[in-house]
């Protein structure tokens, strides 16, 4: 993770709604003719349709070819589960119980879909379409998105602590305070039996832990006093 991925998604954030409005729908805020162009005749009118432009829009720009790959992606694969995270959270609040799992997505946005299943050259050590990045985290796809969703609010609040550090004056005015939000959803999650019983959830977990200590690090290197920040338990010591 980094401020650019960081970024990647707050830009998404700031272009559909990430929450539904009082009729039940997502909205478009900014870049329409964009996001637009993912869906059919150019106009995302369901929500599924936006949802799955915004899950193209996030492929796009860390997969979408060799130079998008190898200039961020290469060194953070990662992202594909912060990706599912957020499909995960956007799927979440529909009120649809046959159109809100991974698991009806997949089949009527992913599976057969040209832009997800088109191959894309020189990046085949790695993959060779959207479906083939996903498929590799399968496991997350068959889980519960009210779990995994929950995952995304603790990825947002690290998001934060990554954007708001100025490596050029070291100032970080809400770090700490993040840190410790971060901290306490962490354990949140660390302490739910359903979430530290299953393998895949744990991973998760052990990526958003990572992350959190690789920004701790990133800050000390940089000569910032983040030794200060809490520490996080591991699913062991729960």
């Not at 993770?1 to 729908?25: Q, V």
């Not at 589960?81 to 499909?87: A, H, T, V």
């Not at 995952?151 to 700490?176: G, P, R, V």
Request: proline content about 1%.
């Amino acid at each position: 993770m980094d401020d650019k991925i960081c970024r990647t998604f707050f830009a998404l954030r700031n272009s559909i709604s990430n929450n539904l409005d009082g009729t039940e729908g997502y909205q478009l805020i900014m870049n329409q003719p964009i996001l637009n162009g993912y869906c059919t005749n150019n106009n995302c009118n369901s929500n599924l349709e936006k949802i799955n432009a915004g899950c193209l829009y996030l492929l796009d720009a860390f997969f979408k070819d060799s130079s998008v790959f190898s200039s961020v992606a290469k060194n953070n694969i990662n992202i594909v589960e912060y990706i599912i995270m957020w499909l995960s959270y956007m799927l979440n609040l529909i009120k649809n119980e046959q159109g809100n799992s991974l698991e009806y997505f997949y089949d009527i946005y992913i599976k057969n879909h040209e832009k997800y299943t088109d191959s894309i050259t020189s990046v085949d050590a790695y993959y060779n379409s959207y479906k083939d990045l996903i498929d590799k985290k399968n496991d997350l796809i068959n889980m519960d998105i009210k779990y995994i969703s929950k995952f995304y609010d603790a990825f947002n609040t690290l998001c934060m602590m990554y954007i708001e550090f100025n490596e050029k004056t070291l100032h970080c005015s809400n770090c700490l305070q993040n840190a410790n939000k971060f901290v306490n959803k962490y354990k949140e999650m660390n302490q739910n039996s359903v979430i530290t019983s299953n393998n895949s959830y744990a991973q998760l977990l052990s990526t958003l832990s990572n992350d959190y200590d690789n920004f701790k690090n990133y800050c000390n290197s940089k000569g910032a006093n983040c030794t200060n920040f809490p520490s996080l338990a591991t699913i062991e010591e729960i």
